[in-house]
């Protein structure tokens, strides 16, 4: 047999749905002279099946099935890199796809400078939910470049992903280079040891892998970094760090690279979970407390100085066990939300919460000066809105909501004070005016009213989610937004409205903020629709549709 210019391995498991689809797109590479090697990781349903019926249609497609299931993705692909036979190796997960030139434009990479250890690409992330795209770690691959060690990009360390790589089979086996078994992120360790030990890696702009995110797959059919819920999942990731801190250490990389990877962990992985807090119970909150604390304690201070200040409050809360405060902090995070109070000390220096921090490190992460709450322009002051209750109001899809804003840079003058809920389904806006009384100082309160048939959809109905948000206005006519926050535990309405389902909830994920979901219904579903990914317009669908829309 012909040696081919790259293996593909695709590990699966229990994906027979999914798997046509990864193959079909190496099938569709523009560069043909491939292996392909399905790595099975002893999958329970139907693919088997699946895998040998591709095998035996396509001679460049090798399926290997391991003899018991090992629980992670290092086995598999290792297993698959003992029958690889070509010079180069890139991996796909059975779920996600490589665009059609993606393996074009890696050899291409590789072959314009001999002896490259590996090349990069970019990554576009795809939600299946809404088919909305974007593109992973975009800055740091904007640009076409040969690196000549990662001591000089040392934020290349995000990019964490092995499978928007092409390696040279020479550099994985000089090093003895796998990937870990029976761990999870085995990606992080195995791509921050590649980093590490190559010499010369070349990254292109152009996109090379196609991540397929389910936000909201739930149970088995959830990826790992979206179990999440799972304490263990915790735990896995700090001893990932651990093990990457040890080689660090081990190869003498440690002081080049000891902030960029604690830094990274702090605005990535530590930051997924913070997203997360204020969804979970005050178990589960102590429990990852003590989990994550003892590795927070070692890293580097200059880390730590990186961050936004509303990223450092939530390390600090959760370091200091103020636990309650912490999920309280993250409903703000990205979002610029105030806290609700705010302690002085002796100096009139602000900090987050009710009290003065003890200690001089808590104080200066808690500190708030520099976000200037009393002084800063008005349309940039942070407050904090939160939806109190929801009740129902006359007509079958009126709602009167009961509003809290917190004031603690006391920037509203005494008394009542002009607010707006906006709202925009569709492209017109809705303005639903309302006041906000004082109930004490730096805390106001009001009721809006609003009523689901009466906002203006567009003709052909609309199929979307919004956010509310909450309007200020100063005595100037100065304007500020924020965002509405909702209880969590907030019930659910539905109304049946102008042809639409229309539900009022709490989002599910993140802040919290006050959710509005619009479904239309009937005939308006099959106009609308869900919203179509750009990647799924190939020819074969265009037909499809045009003999659907020949049909109707």
């Not at 890696?201 to 991540?211: A, G, N």
């Not at 707006?420 to 906000?436: K, S």
């Not at 909830?505 to 869900?530: D, S």
Request: proline letters at 8%.
């Amino acid at each position: 047999m012909d040696t081919p210019d790259v293996t593909v391995t695709v590990i699966t498991y229990d994906d027979a749905a999914r798997l046509p689809r990864a193959v079909a797109s190496l099938q569709a590479q523009s560069h043909p002279n491939i292996e392909i090697v399905i790595s099975d990781d002893h999958s329970t349903d139907n693919t088997p099946d699946i895998a040998r019926e591709l095998a035996a249609a396509d001679p460049r497609i090798t399926y290997l099935r391991l003899p018991e299931n090992s629980g992670g993705c290092g086995v598999p692909r290792n297993r698959a890199l003992d029958l690889a036979r070509a010079p180069y190796l890139m991996f796909l997960d059975s779920d996600d796809e490589l665009p059609p030139r993606a393996v074009e434009f890696l050899l291409a990479a590789h072959r314009e400078h001999p002896g490259l250890d590996f090349a990069m690409g970019a990554v576009e992330r795809v939600r299946v939910d809404t088919g909305r795209t974007s593109r992973w770690m975009p800055h740091l691959v904007a640009e076409r470049r040969t690196v000549e060690g990662v001591e000089h990009e040392p934020d290349l360390l995000f990019e964490h992903l092995s499978t928007s790589k092409m390696y040279a089979r020479a550099f994985l086996d000089r090093h003895g280079l796998r990937f870990p078994e029976g761990i999870h992120y085995e990606d992080q360790l195995f791509s921050a040891q590649a980093y590490c030990l190559a010499k010369a890696f070349t990254i292109v702009p152009e996109t090379v892998y196609r991540w397929y995110i389910h936000p909201y797959a739930a149970g088995g059919t959830a990826s790992i970094s979206n179990q999440r819920h799972l304490l263990d999942n915790v735990r896995d990731r700090v001893h990932v760090q651990e093990l990457i801190d040890a080689f660090l250490a081990e190869s003498g990389r440690g002081d080049a690279l000891r902030e960029a990877k604690d830094h990274k962990f702090l605005k990535h992985d530590f930051r997924m979970y913070a997203g997360d807090l204020p969804h979970r119970d005050d178990a589960w909150l102590a429990e990852f407390a003590a989990v994550v604390n003892p590795y927070l304690d070692r890293l580097s201070p200059a880390a730590y100085a990186r961050l936004p200040r509303d990223e450092r409050v939530v390390l600090q809360l959760v370091r200091d066990l103020r636990l309650p405060e912490a999920r309280l902090a993250a409903r703000g995070l990205g979002h610029a939300v105030a806290p609700r109070t705010t302690a002085l000390d002796a100096a009139g220096t602000p900090y987050w919460g009710d009290r003065v921090p003890d200690t001089a490190w808590a104080r200066r992460e808690l500190s708030l000066a520099d976000l200037e709450l009393d002084t800063r322009p008005f349309r940039r002051a942070q407050f904090r809105h939160e939806l109190l209750s929801v009740e129902r109001g006359p007509g079958p899809a009126a709602l009167d909501l009961r509003v809290r804003t917190y004031d603690p840079g006391r920037r509203l003058s005494v008394g009542p004070q002009p607010a707006a809920l906006l709202l925009t389904p569709g492209r017109r806006r809705a303005t639903l005016r309302f006041r906000l009384d004082p109930v004490r100082p730096g805390v106001f309160e009001g009721r809006v009213r609003l009523d689901l048939a009466a906002l203006v959809l567009p003709r052909l109905g609309f199929a979307g989610t919004r956010h509310p948000l909450l309007q200020l206005t100063a005595p100037d006519g100065a304007r500020n937004t924020g965002l509405l926050l909702a209880p969590l535990d907030l019930p659910v309405r539905t109304a049946h409205v102008n042809r639409h389902r229309v539900t009022v909830e709490p989002e599910g994920k993140g802040a919290g903020r006050l959710q509005l979901r619009w479904e239309p219904l009937g005939p308006l579903a099959t106009r609308v629709g869900p919203p179509v990914h750009r990647a799924a317009r190939t020819p074969a669908v265009r037909r499809l549709r045009r003999l659907a829309r020949m049909i109707r």
